[in-house]
């Protein structure tokens, strides 16, 4: 079982997500450790693109507030590194395919290692292309995490479902992350459809902003993700959000345990 | 009915292409993908479409010898394949009506669509109105301000207009957006792209679509000429008209294809949207091809004097033609293209679009070279009405649209 299944284990996850580098390098590290001591499961790191396509406008800023600050992948591992030991949750980047294989697969993956994140993230990279990594991934115990939809058939969730490894990323609705009012997806249907094929954790995430929503959709799931709410404070904080995103994930953490 | 997910090589040219997208599109993909498997045999398909083309669009478009263009460059005879007179002043008319035609079959009431200068909005709107479907365009705030006519143009034709205010604000950021919007909403959905780009199937459901170019164009010149031509020239920025026109002569060996990329202000600055000659291998909207890009794989903003020519990226085909040796891509710069748009006005009176003028350009700098009995063809994709202003303003004149 791969470090980030075995972080599911009889718990239901809260996984928050931030873009590294927003604003900057050093409050990323900070806020790293704020959400783990305030009790996050596992924690995305956004990897910031210039054409992040499948994300909504909140994020869509925190990418353009990070590319202000010109980070190069080595900074960001670099900045991992520095803070390796005192990491104990399961970090996995969140990551367009592009600045992945500009970097070098086989390099990028082994720095993973190396830094301690056990997963990837990649919005452009469907079931049907895994291929493109895989073997890196393989070689280097990363797991790629795979995304389902409530647009997926059901024998698409059967064969994602036989393959996946970590945690199977549901996507709560249609379109880019943001936050929602009202989430409609049958999320339980899903679940159950996938649960069916596997015991790799299913995670929920887009549109969720508020402790009740958490709250309902964690019944049928293992875990619960947020990021636009989260950026939306770093947003409006900046290097000083530390103790707002702590505050926030503290609440989300209680309401799905 | 599904393809084989566990062996996915399919929409593959050699290295390139690909299905790089979120998996809520691949619904959308998928779908169309079977629908297109399908209608792409279908007689009815086929007859309205040519219907369409013929009786719409003003197909087939004429293969124009340019005599006083051959006369003046002294060497090889040009013509000009006259995809500016169709309906709409462009080729994307023949790739809007395939697909338009195609969405509606698949019982979609609403149509999307990304546009950089505003031909292939304002060919998408036009099928829109035509075959009675809602349109909404997405177009980089900075092309709304250089293509201010399009825009207007749109509006009448009853299309919604979505300036798009991110990242650089032109046409591969309109592309995003047209992708997010598709997120959203694929049930009554098509997304009409424009180019030969993206995730497969598109790239090549456009191609098909533009292939008509190249069917014709062979079957005129052979008919005027009694032979295939020496060489085949279009502008690529996407590669839509290029694709249209090199496909029906790829298994021509000895007919050389060149696509023309906007170099911009030159390709030794970083104002310029030469993919193949300046970018690299790399993954983006949905597809494996070259990317202008920095040293950190992001994405290079584009720049080119046409906002057609725009785009950081080719179409995954086209990366392969160059792979292959079998098409050869040249940079030709914004100043190349405007005097070429000035040499075809004044030579010939036709006013091409200032992206057809790319290929223009090249034609005057290799027709002298080469003997009198060769022939090149030109592709001349778009008329230039919609330039003039802009180009009047390159120049330092100020005037009223």
Known sequence: MSKIQAAFKNKKLFIPYITVGDPDLNSTKNFILALQEAGAGLIELGIPFSDPVAEGPVIQRANERAMTNNITPEDIFKMLESIKHEIKVPLAFLTYLNPVLNYGYDNFFKRCTEVGVAGIITPDLPFEEHSEIKNFTDKHNIDIITLASPTSSNERLEKMAKAARGYIY???????????????????????????????????????????????????????????????????????????????????????? | ????????????????????????????????????????????????????????AGRPSNLYFAKNMTEHLGGAKVYLKREDLNHTGSHKINNVLGQALLAKKMGKTRLIAETGAGQHG????????????????????????????????MKLLGATINPVTSGTKTLKDAVSETMREWTKRIKDTHYVLGSVMGPYPFPEIVRDFQSVISLEARQQVLEREGKLPACVIACVGGGSNAIGAFYNFINDK????????????????????????????????????????????????????????????????????????????????????????????????????????????????????????????VCLSGRGDKDVASVAKYKGENIYE
């Open chain 1, 170 to 257: 549901l996507v709560s609705s249609m379109g880019v992350t943001g936050e929602r009012n009202v989430i409609t997806t049958d999320i339980k249907a899903i679940t159950s459809e996938i649960k069916k094929y596997t015991d790799v954790p299913v995670a929920v995430g887009f549109g969720i902003s508020t402790p009740e929503q958490a709250r309902d959709i964690s019944k049928a799931a293992n875990g619960i993700i947020v990021g636009s709410a989260i950026v939306k404070l770093i947003e409006a904080h900046g290097t000083k959000a530390a103790p707002h995103i702590a505050a926030y994930t503290q609440n989300m953490v209680n309401a799905i345990t």
């Open chain 2, 1 to 56: 009915m599904s393809k084989n997910i566990e062996n996915p090589v399919t929409g593959r040219f050699g290295q390139h292409g690909g299905q790089y997208v979120s998996e809520t599109l691949m619904y959308a993909l998928d779908e169309l993908e079977q629908a297109y498997a399908y209608y792409k045999k279908d007689k009815t398909f086929n007859g309205e479409l040519s219907e369409l083309l013929n009786n719409y």
């Open chain 2, 122 to 153: 304002v060919a998408t709107a036009t099928a829109a109105a035509l075959l009675g479907l809602e349109c909404e365009v997405f177009m980089g705030e900075e092309d709304c301000l250089r293509q201010s006519l399009n825009v207007y143009r």
């Open chain 2, 254 to 377: 000895n007919v050389t294809l060149i696509g023309c990329e906007a170099a911009g202000k030159g390709v030794d600055t970083n104002m310029h949207a030469a993919t193949i000659t300046k970018g690299r291998l790399g993954i983006f909207h949905g597809m494996k091809s070259y990317f202008c890009q920095d040293e950190n794989g992001q994405i290079a903003p584009a720049h080119s004097i046409s906002a057609g020519l725009d785009y950081p990226g080719i179409g995954p085909e086209h990366a392969n033609l160059f792979d292959t040796a079998r098409a050869q891509y040249v940079p030709v710069t914004d100043n190349e293209a405007i005097a070429a748009f000035d040499y075809l006005a004044a030579k010939e009176g036709i006013i091409p679009a200032i992206e057809s003028a790319h290929a223009i350009a090249h034609a005057i700098k290799i027709a002298p070279e080469m003997p009198k009995n060769d022939i090149i063809i």
